[in-house]
């Protein structure tokens, strides 16, 4: 393993196998004094200015290849700014790395578990350029972070020289002693990068994740001792089967303001004892959490009714976690139909954990019925979602046409109750939870 210092002295070694890489240039010249006082002084980046600059840049007698470099480092700061806010300012990045770093609210979640069980060191095992090595530091935690790749190692030690408590080495998680520090997390890469310039193609079999999950279990296993698991915690496609997953694990889905970024299996202590599932739902609001356990009802144990006063549709976490029928006990409700994760009662309740509709009416499905109900009550502004019915929102609104019947608005739910195409006419409940 070759040793690159984060701390207050940094020291970074890329070799002559990485420097004829595209990856490489947009790196490298920013590593330098030069580069980096030059990117340091360059303020605010605007996308209809950088060709300008770059004349600029290049009239006042810079190096072009370091210009380029110093442009494209500003460009990857400013869209890192939504991931990690004023911090990305001081950061380097390589493509691929900001893609599939975790964004710093999430990542201090996953930092906080390792915390609240009092461990005070963390191998981060695959750190990419360190969104989570960071959390963990900011946490106070000693992390020795890895990644295999050198130039993103490179990279990873100039995010982390704020932090004194962070050391970054080039290595394989392989090759990693569990005795070195208390607590282990990886996120395992889970695309393959294409150096062509093509998309990265997402991984779906664990075992294809670098590493492999079977891999990260048998390594969480060496981490703990009588035949317990030691804490560990490793990241995996949002979309992996459940009974694809670890066994003697918490695994946790999160959705970041409506979007399920992620699952995370936690091994050992950082398990909430007898839990199996939990969803993470963080919105403007905070966090929120709710968790299945053993002797909970199964995940599709849910009563079904006809269409109440109020309808529900719950949060991608939740459906992911199998939390359906947790949900449906704290909203009082039941599904619409056996196969269709809508819920429904007769209450208001407001949840983060479900975006709640008040029910004005239902029809069955008919395209003429639904154009005079539009044009009767003035309705022309739609939102149309739907669950369990080929109907397509984007063609209905193409036959629809409803701008034509007013300025009302309603939520169209397209979806299928009693074994019928129907449509539900819905108004979202009121951040503040009215109807
Ligand atoms: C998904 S990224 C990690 C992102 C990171 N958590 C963050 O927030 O920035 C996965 C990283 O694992 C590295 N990697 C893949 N297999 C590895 C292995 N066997 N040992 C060490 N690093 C590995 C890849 O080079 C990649 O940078």
Known sequence: MRAIRAGRSWWIYAGDAVSDDARARSVLPVLQPE????????????????????????AEGHDPATVAAVLTQARLRARAREKFGERACAMLF?????????RQEIATQHAERFRRVGLTSVADLGCGIGGDAMALASRGLRVQAADRDELTA???????????????LCGSAEDHDPSATDGIWLDPARRRVRRDGARARRVHDPEAYEPPLSFVTALASRLGSDGADGPLGVKLSPAIDRAALPERTETQW????GQVLEATSWFGPLAEPG????????????THQLSRSATDPAPDDVPVGA????????????????????????????????????????????TPFARGFAVHDVMPFSL????????????????????????????????????????GSATLILTRAAGEQVVIVAQPHDAKGAA
């Open 35 to 58: 580069g980096w006082a030059l990117l340091q002084g360059l303020g605010e980046y605007d996308e209809s200015r950088a060709l300008s600059i770059g004349e600029r840049l290049r």
């Open 94 to 102: 390589t493509e691929d790395g900001l893609e599939q770093s975790t």
């Open 154 to 168: 490179a990279v990873a030690a100039v995010n982390l020289r704020p932090f004194p408590t962070a050391r970054v």
């Open 254 to 257: 999160t959705s970041w303001h």
């Open 275 to 286: 839990i199996l599932t939990s969803a993470l739902v963080i919105d403007r609001a905070g």
């Open 307 to 350: 269409i109440g006063a109020h309808l529900y549709e719950p949060d991608g976490a939740v459906l992911r976690a199998g939390l359906l029928a947790a949900l449906a006990t704290q909203l009082h409700a039941r599904t619409v139909d056996p196969t269709i994760a809508y819920l429904t009662g007769e209450e208001l309740v407001a």
């Open 368 to 407: 003429k019925a639904l154009t005079s109900y539009l044009r009767h009550h003035r309705i022309g502004v739609l939102e149309i979602k739907k669950r369990g019915t080929a109907v397509e929102p984007e063609e209905l609104r193409r036959k629809l046409r409803p701008r034509r019947f007013g300025d």
